[in-house]
């Protein structure tokens, strides 16, 4: 810390510190000016014209002289100042005093943080501390690049994070058959002629693994220059709305989908890869293993006609620039991995996989497989289980979806205290009640979030660490997925409190503290460590990431110019990108092993399993960003938006009406919630969005408690999980329906 400080006082840059703020520079604190930066609150990244006056903000705008978001701004990015303002957001470490919350200094904060970690783990061993990352910390390129310090000194198998309720599939595809988890394919928008959507609403959720500003522009585009948009989804979205063709399917039937669509494409021998066919391996074998998934057989599954299915197959097949895109939908269900592999499948079997139009991989500033390289994650998956359900690790976590169960059972390797980062998992995980009582019984927890909310109110501590503009932003994971190359750096532009500590700091002060408890050579360690932290800072790595990456572009050229530098079109990258072999493991064993159980279900009865008949799905809303931005009063304002749809024949059948206060009642337990009839979601299933459940005593968010809605994870079922990536299933959750107070 000492070099940290000294480097604030004498504005010093050893290896660059991340905080320079335009305040500092402002001449006249306390006056309103314009600045621009970067929004963080999601994976587009819009560019952002900000009025503040160095601490408040008073307004935030698009930037229209931004060339990748083109002015677009969503109502969460408006928002973004009244969590800039918020005075419900912590400044000041807290400590728990029976139920009362005390301001603590951060030294205080940190070393009792660091000595009752060492103190339990040096009792139960080190697995006794989990982790719990949530998803802020991925548009943090700070937390993302020094997160590991810390969790490394920490060497616990009990690391936990919101990516498995999210894109494990994905990354365990790309690891798989790319070699390398990092490679991810984007759909290449700006350029298809036919996009083919399953289980993404880009339209509300402004895209995910696939970085697009002004998406709805984009999408709007490719029917402007004569392609086609096709939506499959349980609902008809906001997306499907501006598409061509929507297709209801039955949740968590995509992955026979894909396979029928496959069929055909061989069957009818409309396979071409092209110019991939040189590197693939084990391409020969698919269309026998896919042969017994007709779309005949398949149809009464998914509840799309198999001549739908054929005809969506020909002419996907016979586009010259078609991209399949599948996302959290086709991710966390039953079949997430098969269903993940098999949008690739199907790029590649119609030769659309790295080609213009098609399925493309960014070539950013900032290169992320490299990144993942060099830290000597291009991913691993499975090489141990875990302790009370067998579940597979990936990357040296284990799937959320044990992590209850994790706390609860006594034995070697409990976990008895937990930290969490942005993160909060009371209200995103499933069965979060059963989590929320496994972290009461918790000797010892640590939060690192901007919020004392539902989760974080069980917490000990609750350290606080900058939030949004107090610090700059380089959007590296988004733009590692971007749908053109580009480069933007947005500058801090905000003073915190003069003691504040970003959240790389917090892991670095952690780290020291750690190694300092448990004295010895793991003190020099840990002083180490974190003095490399420090000396490098998160602008040093990413001047090195920039040097090192594959575009000709330096920090100081983009912090000359607010508004970014365009790159150009998404160009191939394979297989330059391609892990050892320079191969496309196109058929892994991992995969095709998991093939027998997606042939099983075409032998089972076609409805949905349990309940009264109906399913649960979720749904994401323009004015809400997972759980945590319902303290902004303008983001709530209106209708409340936790309403269950329904059908309007389901709700009919059930003797239901429109506005009635319903049940929904799963395996784990019930909730109460208005229902809304509506045609837009397909009979059989009804639609809940997550995030919300904020009526729990002890949170300090006032304006959340007064719109409190409830969590849709109080009735998603922990034991429901795809067997392969062991990501949970947040769709296709069997619930019943019935009348409040009936
Ligand atoms: N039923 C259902 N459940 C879902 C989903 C679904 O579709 N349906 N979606 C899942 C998905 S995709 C995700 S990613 C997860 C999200 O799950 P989580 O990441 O666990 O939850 P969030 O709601 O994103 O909470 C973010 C937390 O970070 C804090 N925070 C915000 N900014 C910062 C910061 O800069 N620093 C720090 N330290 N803290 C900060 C906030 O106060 C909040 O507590 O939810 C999952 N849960
Ligand atoms: N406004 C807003 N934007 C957000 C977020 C937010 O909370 N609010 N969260 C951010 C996060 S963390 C993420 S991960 C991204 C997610 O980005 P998206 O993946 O685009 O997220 P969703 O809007 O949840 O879209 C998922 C779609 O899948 C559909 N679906 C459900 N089950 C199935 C199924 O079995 N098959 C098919 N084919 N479709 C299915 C749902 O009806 C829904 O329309 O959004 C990000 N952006
Ligand atoms: S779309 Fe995402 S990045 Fe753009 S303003 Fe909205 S929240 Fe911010
Ligand atoms: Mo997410």
Not at 150 to 161: G, P, V
Not at 433 to 441: F, M, T
């Amino acid at each position: 810390m000492a070099l940290a400080l000294q480097a604030r006082e004498t504005g010093s840059t050893p290896g660059d510190r991340q905080e320079e703020p335009m305040a500092s520079a402002n001449p006249d604190p306390g006056t309103t000016r314009t600045d621009y930066a970067l929004c963080m609150l999601c994976e587009a990244a819009c560019g952002i014209e900000v009025q503040h006056d160095g601490v408040r903000v008073e307004r935030v705008r698009g930037n229209a002289q931004d060339g990748f978001s083109r002015g677009h701004i969503c109502p969460k990015g408006v928002a973004l100042a009244d969590v800039q303002n918020d005075p419900d957001r912590l400044r000041r470490p807290l400590r728990r005093v029976g139920e009362r919350w005390e301001e603590v200094s951060w030294e205080d904060a940190l070393d009792e943080t660091a000595r009752r970690l060492h103190e339990i783990q040096q009792r139960h061993g080190r697995d006794a501390v989990g982790v719990y990352t949530g998803n802020p910390t991925v548009h943090s390129y700070a937390a993302t690049l020094f997160q590991g310090f810390f969790y490394d000194t920490l060497a616990t198998r009990n690391r936990f994070s919101a990516t498995s309720v999210d894109a494990l599939p994905r990354t365990l595809v790309s690891a798989q058959l790319y070699g390398n988890q990092a490679v991810l394919p984007v759909p290449d928008l700006d350029r298809t002629e036919f996009l083919l959507v399953l289980g993404a609403n880009p339209v509300v959720s402004n895209g995910s693994v696939m970085t697009a500003p002004d998406v709805v522009n984009r999408l709007r585009a490719i029917r402007e220059r004569g392609g086609r948009l096709v939506v499959v989804d349980p609902r008809h979205t906001e997306t499907a709305e501006l598409a061509d063709t929507h297709l209801f399917i039955r949740p968590g039937s995509d992955a026979l989908l894909l396979a029928a669509l496959l069929n055909v494409v061989f069957r009818e021998g409309l396979a071409e890869p092209g110019r991939l066919e040189a590197h693939l391996e084990g391409w020969d074998g698919i269309p026998g293993l896919l042969a017994e998934f007709t779309p005949e057989r398949v149809a009464p599954h998914t509840g799309i006609p198999a001549e739908t299915l054929v005809q969506l197959a020909r002419d996907f097949a016979a586009s010259p620039r078609a991209a399949c895109y599948g996302r959290i939908g086709t991710c966390t269900q039953e079949f997430g991995a098969l269903a993940s592999w098999l949008v690739d499948v199907l790029n590649v079997a119609t030769g659309n996989l790295d080609r213009p139009g098609g399925a493309m991989f960014t070539t950013p500033a900032a290169d992320l497989p490299t990144l993942a390289k060099l830290l000597g994650q291009p991913g691993h998956f499975g090489r141990w289980r875990s302790r009370v359900s067998g579940l597979p690790e990936f990357n040296d976590e284990l799937p959320v979806a044990t992590f209850a169960e994790e706390i609860e059972t006594p034995g070697e390797g409990q976990i008895r205290a937990l930290v969490t980062h942005a993160g909060n998992p009371v209200l995103s995980l499933p069965n979060g009640r059963r989590l929320e009582k496994a972290v009461e019984g918790l000797e010892f927890m640590v939060a690192v979030d901007i919020y004392r909310n539902e989760t974080t109110r069980h917490a000990d501590l609750i350290l606080p660490p900058t939030f949004g503009l107090e610090r700059d932003h380089y959007p590296v994971i988004e733009h590692g997925v971007a749908v053109r190359n580009v480069a933007r750096y947005g500058r801090a532009l905000l003073a915190p409190p003069a003691d504040a500590r970003h959240d790389w700091e917090v892991f670095l002060d952690l780290t020291e503290r750690l190694g300092r408890a448990r004295g010895g050579l793991e003190a020099v360690k840990g002083r180490l460590r974190a003095g490399l932290g420090r000396a490098l800072g998160p602008r040093g790595v990413l001047r090195l990431m920039l040097r090192l990456g594959p575009q000709a572009v330096t920090l100081d050229r983009l912090e000359r110019d607010p508004h970014g530098v365009d790159l150009g079109p998404l160009e191939p990258r394979l297989p330059g990108i391609l892990g050892r072999g320079k191969r496309i493991r196109i058929a892994p064993e991992l995969l095709l092993d998991d093939l027998p159980r997606l042939a099983r279900r075409l032998g089972s009865v076609a409805a949905p399993p349990g309940g009264n008949g109906l399913t649960l799905i979720g749904r994401r809303t323009l004015r809400s960003n997972n759980s945590w931005m319902h303290n902004s009063e303008r983001l709530v304002a209106g209708r409340p938006r936790c309403v269950l749809l329904m059908h309007p024949e389901d709700a009919r059948r059930r003797g239901l009406a429109d506005g009635a206060r319903v049940v929904i009642k799963s395996r784990v337990g019930e909730i109460e919630a208005p229902l809304e009839l509506s045609e837009e979601v397909m009979e059989g299933v009804v639609s809940l969005p997550h995030g919300w459940g904020h009526g729990r005593p002890g949170s300090g968010l006032e304006v959340a408690a007064k719109h409190a809605g409830v969590s849709a994870n109080d009735v998603t079922d922990e034991s429901f999980y795809d067997a392969l990536s062991g990501v949970s299933c947040l769709s296709g959750v069997p619930v019943t329906v019935t009348a409040a107070g009936a």
